[in-house]
């Protein structure tokens, strides 16, 4: 057991709230204090391993300065013949476990990344202080309790969601479905048995992706439309949960909610869309879910505290450093520019900023652009007294487009699964668009008028996107999520923009729509024909970023 499990079974709920969440109380100095110690540490490391020699490209930068200086930004790209190989022996630290996300689609179907003890322990630390801020109401309160009631509707291991669990305290609580249980059941059969068992047993906690909580919201309340009762005639405590839900949904008029059957002590979620759904959370659950940032490969960089506004960056698990917007187009435009940085002291309220992380602890990230925009909305929490800058998630800044969490599509992929359909096209462009929920939407022009639908368009390439991305085809099987959408634009749509383009003195880079992420203008023109502004010579149209992660 470790030694947060061990506090809270003796109750030291101080000491607990002490050793897990005190990073709040740090000032910036002392957050930058830590930032510089633990880099200068894993500057050690990094020389005497092959990855980092390679990556670092033969520097042995001794401060911080100089290993902003000569060490280069990188991606992914870099390290694929380290990590995609999973070369242990190449690595700063021998990893305990590896966890993936979703890749580049047609390219590689994940990013696996190590993750080391040092880097689990602290990890470990963090999930107890994100329970703790779910849960509380004010500054030291502990709020969750051993015993409690966890629903488990995570994606497996090696998806990190999954993986948290054995770093969260899962020993501590009764997990719904049991852990071991539920990572050898299909995803809706696991939540499926979670629910029937929350009604006899009760439900405390949830931890999920935004848009699971939202989809298993839907789920429940469609499903208990028409309920038989008859099955839990011989489980008193299911039936009175159950009957008593059903009496609050018909007094307000609508249909079962969670809320109407259980009262979270705390909800966490994670994932790109949390802003979106958070409404809509609340509607379902009966509480906002706790926002948290985090990922594959900084695990958790910022989360939310009680009062549920902008996120406090942990300054403990990686080195930070912010890509102003500018710089980040500049690099985006010329892959060989290297954009300047700024630390976290450095940063400016209303500024967004291209994040890029180094691990810490031994873990095999060096100066890592995220591909993540955030926001930073404040450079302290002023009601609750936190001298760290506060952030806000904001978009993606490559050419991807992430839905729900799942799945990052790139131009290559979607164009294959166009063409893999037979449609006769003149050309597309998609986006991702939020209503309700994420949607992808795909906005295509036809070589001839026919008699296809949209409807049919959309059957053939949302089949085409399983077979060729397979976290496309698990939005299906976990959340039950179609996000394809089409619509089929006027004739000769792209040629009369193109002319439209050119006749305002666009230059060649810029006649053309992109295929990933147009802007509204450019949407409004091929949509409806004549209405985006003539743009001159010197204002080119704008670089658009995808809100996604």
């Given at each position: 057991m470790s030694r947060e499990a061990e506090l809270l079974v003796q109750g030291k709920n101080e000491e607990l709230w002490q050793r897990c969440c005190s990073f709040i109380d740090l000032s910036l100095e002392d957050c930058m204090n830590i930032q510089r110690r633990l880099l200068l540490e894993q500057i050690e490391l990094l020389k005497r391993c092959k990855l980092g020699r390679s990556i670092m490209r033969g520097a042995e930068p001794r401060t911080v300065e100089e290993f902003r200086s000569q060490v280069p930004l990188t991606t992914y790209a870099d390290y694929e013949p380290f990590l995609l190989t999973k070369n242990e022996r190449a690595l700063p630290q021998k990893p305990i476990f590896w966890q993936h996300t979703s890749g580049r689609s047609g390219e590689y179907p994940f990013k696996w990344v190590p993750v080391t003890a040092r880097q689990f322990a602290e990890l470990r630390a963090l999930l107890f202080a994100c329970l703790a801020f779910s849960c509380c109401q004010q500054k030291g309160e502990i709020g969750y309790r051993r015993k409690d009631k966890f629903l488990y509707a995570l994606a497996p291991p090696p998806y990190t969601t999954g993986a948290l669990i054995h770093a969260a305290p899962h020993e501590l609580f009764d997990f719904l479905p049991p852990v071991k249980a539920a990572e050898d059941m299909p995803f809706e059969e696991r939540v499926q048995l979670g629910f029937k068992m929350a009604l006899s047993e009760g439900l405390d906690l949830f931890f999920a992706l935004s848009s699971v909580l939202v989809a298993i919201g839907e789920r429940f309340s469609q499903r208990n439309r028409k309920i038989d009762i008859k099955p839990l005639l011989g489980k008193p405590k299911a039936l009175s949960r159950l009957l008593k839900g059903l009496v609050k949904s018909k007094l307000a008029r609508r249909p079962l909610l969670p809320r109407d059957i259980w009262r979270l002590k705390g909800l966490v979620s994670t994932g790109s869309d949390g802003s979106v759904f958070r409404e809509k959370v609340k509607e379902m659950w009966g509480r906002y879910p706790l926002d948290v940032y985090g990922g594959t490969e900084g695990i958790i960089m910022a989360t939310q505290t009680w009062d549920y506004q902008g996120m406090t960056f942990i300054p403990h698990l990686n080195f930070l450093e912010f890509i102003p917007q500018e710089e980040s187009l500049k690099s985006g435009d010329d892959p060989l520019y290297q954009p300047s940085t700024l630390l976290l002291d450095e940063v400016k309220p209303g500024e967004m900023y291209e994040l890029a992380i180094t691990n810490f602890y031994g873990g095999p990230l060096?100066?890592?652009?995220?591909?993540?925009?955030?926001?930073?909305?404040?450079?302290?929490?002023?009601?609750?007294?936190?001298?760290?800058?506060?952030?806000?998630?904001?978009?993606?800044?490559?050419?991807?487009?992430?839905?729900?969490?799942?799945?990052?599509?790139?131009?290559?992929?979607?164009?294959?699964?166009?063409?893999?359909?037979?449609?006769?096209?003149?050309?597309?462009?998609?986006?991702?668009?939020?209503?309700?929920?994420?949607?992808?939407?795909?906005?295509?022009?036809?070589?001839?008028?026919?008699?296809?639908?949209e409807e049919q368009i959309a059957e053939s390439v949302h089949r085409e996107l399983k077979m060729l991305d397979a976290p496309y085809a698990d939005l299906e099987a976990f959340l039950g999520l179609r996000p394809l959408k089409v619509t089929i634009l006027p004739e000769n749509a792209f040629k009369d923009y193109?002319?439209?383009?050119?006749?305002?003195?666009?230059?060649?880079?810029?006649?053309?729509?992109?295929?990933?992420?147009?802007?509204?203008?450019?949407?409004?023109?091929?949509?409806?024909?004549?209405k985006l502004p003539v743009v001159s010579k010197q204002e080119q149209p704008e670089k658009i970023y995808s809100k996604s992660k």
């Amino acid at each position: 057991m470790s030694r947060e499990a061990e506090l809270l079974v003796q109750g030291k709920n101080e000491e607990l709230w002490q050793r897990c969440c005190s990073f709040i109380d740090l000032s910036l100095e002392d957050c930058m204090n830590i930032q510089r110690r633990l880099l200068l540490e894993q500057i050690e490391l990094l020389k005497r391993c092959k990855l980092g020699r390679s990556i670092m490209r033969g520097a042995e930068p001794r401060t911080v300065e100089e290993f902003r200086s000569q060490v280069p930004l990188t991606t992914y790209a870099d390290y694929e013949p380290f990590l995609l190989t999973k070369n242990e022996r190449a690595l700063p630290q021998k990893p305990i476990f590896w966890q993936h996300t979703s890749g580049r689609s047609g390219e590689y179907p994940f990013k696996w990344v190590p993750v080391t003890a040092r880097q689990f322990a602290e990890l470990r630390a963090l999930l107890f202080a994100c329970l703790a801020f779910s849960c509380c109401q004010q500054k030291g309160e502990i709020g969750y309790r051993r015993k409690d009631k966890f629903l488990y509707a995570l994606a497996p291991p090696p998806y990190t969601t999954g993986a948290l669990i054995h770093a969260a305290p899962h020993e501590l609580f009764d997990f719904l479905p049991p852990v071991k249980a539920a990572e050898d059941m299909p995803f809706e059969e696991r939540v499926q048995l979670g629910f029937k068992m929350a009604l006899s047993e009760g439900l405390d906690l949830f931890f999920a992706l935004s848009s699971v909580l939202v989809a298993i919201g839907e789920r429940f309340s469609q499903r208990n439309r028409k309920i038989d009762i008859k099955p839990l005639l011989g489980k008193p405590k299911a039936l009175s949960r159950l009957l008593k839900g059903l009496v609050k949904s018909k007094l307000a008029r609508r249909p079962l909610l969670p809320r109407d059957i259980w009262r979270l002590k705390g909800l966490v979620s994670t994932g790109s869309d949390g802003s979106v759904f958070r409404e809509k959370v609340k509607e379902m659950w009966g509480r906002y879910p706790l926002d948290v940032y985090g990922g594959t490969e900084g695990i958790i960089m910022a989360t939310q505290t009680w009062d549920y506004q902008g996120m406090t960056f942990i300054p403990h698990l990686n080195f930070l450093e912010f890509i102003p917007q500018e710089e980040s187009l500049k690099s985006g435009d010329d892959p060989l520019y290297q954009p300047s940085t700024l630390l976290l002291d450095e940063v400016k309220p209303g500024e967004m900023y291209e994040l890029a992380i180094t691990n810490f602890y031994g873990g095999p990230l060096i100066r890592y652009k995220l591909g993540d925009m955030i926001k930073i909305t404040a450079m302290r929490n002023e009601k609750l007294n936190i001298d760290i800058p506060q952030m806000v998630f904001h978009s993606r800044v490559d050419d991807m487009i992430d839905i729900a969490g799942f799945t990052r599509l790139t131009e290559k992929v979607i164009w294959q699964a166009i063409e893999n359909t037979g449609v006769a096209y003149k050309e597309w462009t998609v986006r991702k668009e939020i209503r309700e929920r994420p949607i992808l939407h795909l906005y295509l022009e036809l070589r001839e008028n026919g008699y296809i639908t949209e409807e049919q368009i959309a059957e053939s390439v949302h089949r085409e996107l399983k077979m060729l991305d397979a976290p496309y085809a698990d939005l299906e099987a976990f959340l039950g999520l179609r996000p394809l959408k089409v619509t089929i634009l006027p004739e000769n749509a792209f040629k009369d923009y193109m002319s439209r383009q050119q006749a305002a003195g666009a230059d060649l880079a810029h006649l053309k729509p992109p295929h990933i992420n147009p802007s509204d203008g450019i949407i409004d023109y091929l949509v409806n024909g004549g209405k985006l502004p003539v743009v001159s010579k010197q204002e080119q149209p704008e670089k658009i970023y995808s809100k996604s992660k």
